[in-house]
């Protein structure tokens, strides 16, 4: 049975803690072929990666024209407990594995798998009228090189003096695909669209919203301005209840006029009787 030895730039433990998104090579020229008059030629071994992120590498030779004897792999997102493992095989088909635990840290630097594409925006309609609702639909892109997005998740925010606050009521939550079928997640180099409603509150106003598409396995602190999108949107009062808000405040305005003029015939009064 091959002894293994299996060596790495930051050292293996049996936690290994590398960054999402970086290159690590992998290298299994320390494996001993105990079948072999020398042991480190490793001319009959066939190796077999297994990154435990759905990524593998072989079965095949570590030479020509496999090259599995020295591998780089990168991490596209960060994570806890990816189960590594490298099975090697000898010429009598005797096996031997070495596994460890890889814990992957998020890059420091924010880079969303999602941005939204630039003119995609379509609200329906552009000026509704306050209590209603309106349609939102804006296209998003799994960018080039990055994770598949399995957690496709979507909010709807009005802006305010510089804080957000999130809005529920959002009903016919759909993502699709560019042939109009609905999916749970996107692959990366893929377009999507989002589309959904949302009830205008019953208030007079123009509001500053922003849409938010993004992968919910994704840390928080990476929401920002690529796969965000900000808008206003004018809401406007129906005539009904102009005409209603006119009478009410002519009523209103005539009471204070009454009342005013009742005080001033009470001042009068009492001025004659003295």
Same mark, same amino acid.
């Given at each position: 049975? *091959? /002894? ?18 970086? *290159? ?29 992120? #759905? ?34 095989? @000898? ?58 997005? @399995? ?10 003096? #510089? ?5 529920? #009521?959002?009903? #016919? ?43 919910? =396995? ?16 004018? /809401? ?32 009068? =009064?009492?001025? @004659?009787?003295?």
């Amino acid at each position: 049975m *091959p /002894v293994l030895r299996i060596l790495d730039p930051i050292a293996w433990r049996e936690t290994t803690t590398l960054i999402e998104g970086e *290159p690590y090579a992998f290298d299994a020229s320390g494996t001993m072929d105990d079948s072999l008059l020398h042991p480190g030629d490793n001319v009959n071994l066939t190796y077999r990666w297994d990154f435990g992120d #759905g990524t593998f590498l072989g079965p095949g030779k570590g030479g020509a024209p496999d090259f599995l004897l020295n591998v780089t792999h990168i991490y596209p997102r960060w994570g806890y407990g990816y189960p590594f493992e490298l099975t090697v095989r @000898d010429a009598s088909d005797e096996l031997g594995w070495l596994r460890r635990t890889v814990v992957v840290e998020a890059n420091s630097t924010a880079h969303p798998d999602i941005a939204i594409v630039p003119g995609t925006l379509l609200v329906e309609p552009p000026r509704p009228e306050a209590g209603t609702s309106v349609h939102i639909r804006v296209g998003f892109r799994n960018q080039l090189g990055r994770a598949a997005a @399995d957690d496709l998740r979507v909010t709807l925010a009005i802006v305010s003096q #510089g804080m957000d606050r999130n809005q529920t #009521g959002i009903q #016919g939550l759909r993502f699709l695909d560019a042939d109009g079928n609905d999916v749970g997640s996107l692959p990366p180099d893929r377009n999507a669209t989002v589309e959904f409603t949302w009830t205008v509150p019953e208030r007079i106003a123009e509001y500053s919203l922003v849409v938010r598409v993004y992968d919910g =396995n994704e840390p928080p602190s990476w929401i920002n301005v690529a796969n965000a999108h900000g808008f206003r949107l004018e /809401v406007t009062v129906p005539f009904v209840r102009w005409s209603l808000l006119g009478a009410i405040v002519l009523v209103l305005a005539t009471a204070v006029a009454v009342s005013a003029l009742l005080a001033g015939l009470r001042r009068l =009064n009492r001025r @004659d009787a003295e």
